[in-house]
């Protein structure tokens, strides 16, 4: 990391600091995202102050100021003061602390923002930042082909996607349009499961009998265009067999579901959207996916595989024991990052595997000891040196 990088870095570092504790002195809540921090006040929700940190430069801005009254103008002005406080004490900080050497590197971990990948991406950062000597940021984007070539190009050292994508990168083929022939694995995490869910009072019971009926239609090549294509696929059917209603997005697909347009939801084992669907349209259940498909589905999705889901009293779709669509997250690197930083962060990991497990419901199936499972895909010769010293390796 070059220097202006790490002044940059120090001054989110100090600025994200100083202003949590402002915050939680003031009764103010803030949310944190990249290089930006908003802050609402709880009995203001209409106050909206930003600050943006960017080469030691401070920039600020409100809005809906004028809808607030009884003292919010003055509120909002000593809000900005302080802010302004802080930022210049922490510019000058950074300034100082750049010329110095480097307590800890930094690397950068590609994610999106909430959902599985994000909450992955988080915690990895955390591990790697607890259990090592490296500073690990999670380094935000809308979607994972925005930071695959980053990685692919050494100007991000890590990234979290699922192994179909992370496999179609590579390669250069199906969801992606260009090879980025430079990711190695580092570790795979925890199985995602996915399969179709449907209302039980739909009369589908079997992926076959989704013919004629409702079904979402992705953009060409996206993650939701395979795994319909794949699902299908596992009833004999293909596009031509159902009606298509075009879905951009997972939440517009769970909106659809909701609204009756749609017969089938794509649905993750234990997600919150399945407890959101089945509050909505009653009783759900997924679809269970014939064990003669596996072969077939591996085709459209790279190094999937079935896996037989027990029955939940708890879990929605799952009145039933069934077999669902399996397929790992997987963290990857740049194959010009060094070996040395490699093996710290995979070491972090393992070492801090119960942090990573107790971080969120995501990590539930994570098993230390699959992170070096064999794959498709060539590991980080880092990573490998590790996963064979500990006798993981497959």
């Known amino acids: 990391m070059d220097k202006s990088s790490r002044t940059r870095s120090i001054v989110h570092m100090l600025l994200s600091s ?42 600020m801005g409100s809005d809906n100021v004028a809808r607030e009254k009884n003292g919010s103008l003055q509120r909002m002005k000593i809000i900005r003061n302080t802010i302004r406080a802080f930022a210049g004490a922490a510019v000058a900080a950074a300034l100082g602390l750049a010329a110095l050497p480097a307590a800890a590197q930094t690397i950068g971990i590609g994610t999106t923002q ?9 915690a990895i950062a955390q591990a790697v930042s607890q259990n090592s000597d490296l500073r690990a940021l999670p380094q935000v984007s809308a979607n994972t082909s925005q930071y695959i070539p ?47 869910v449907t209302a039980e009072s739909s009369g589908i019971e079997t992926y076959a009998d989704i013919a004629g009926r409702n079904v979402p239609r992705y953009p060409e090549n996206s993650l939701g265009d395979f795994i319909i294509r794949a699902t299908l696929a596992a009833g004999g059917l293909t596009y031509d067999d159902v009606n298509s209603v075009p879905i951009s997005n997972f939440p517009q697909q769970y909106e659809a579901f909701k609204a009756g ?31 003669e ?52 962060v995979v070491r972090a990991m393992y070492e801090g595997a ?17 992170m ?13 040196a590790y996963y064979q010293e500990i006798g993981i390796a497959e």
């Open 114 to 122: 909430g959902g599985a990948t994000g909450q992955i991406g988080i």
């Open 354 to 370: 119960e942090g990573l497990k107790a971080s969120s419901p995501v990590w539930a199936d994570f098993d230390r000891d699959q």
């Open 261 to 291: 347009q749609i017969a089938v939801s794509i649905a993750s084992v234990g997600a919150q959207p399945t407890f959101d669907l089945e509050a909505s349209v009653g009783k759900i259940q997924f679809i269970p996916v014939p064990q």
């Open 293 to 344: 498909a596996e072969e077939q589905i591996r085709t459209l999705l790279p190094g999937a595989y079935l896996h037989d889901v027990a029955a939940s009293d708890t879990l929605p779709g799952l009145g039933a024991a069934t077999t669902v669509i399996a397929y790992d997250y997987m963290l990857f690197a740049g194959a010009s990052v060094p070996d040395d930083v490699i093996g710290k």
């Open 150 to 196: 980053l990685v692919d190009a050494g100007r991000l050292e890590l990234g979290v996607a699922n192994y179909p994508q992370t496999y179609y990168a590579i390669q250069g083929t199906g969801m992606s349009t260009e090879a980025a022939a430079n990711l190695r694995v580092v570790a795979t995490l925890m199985p995602f499961l996915a399969a179709l």
């Open 372 to 384: 070096g499972k064999a794959a498709e895909i060539p590991y980080h010769p880092g990573a490998a």
């Open 18 to 59: 100083l202003v949590q504790v402002w915050a939680a002195r003031c009764g103010q809540t803030i949310s944190c995202a990249g290089r930006y921090v908003d802050f609402r006040g709880r009995n203001s929700p209409n106050v909206f102050t930003k600050f943006r940190s960017w080469g030691g430069i401070v920039q």
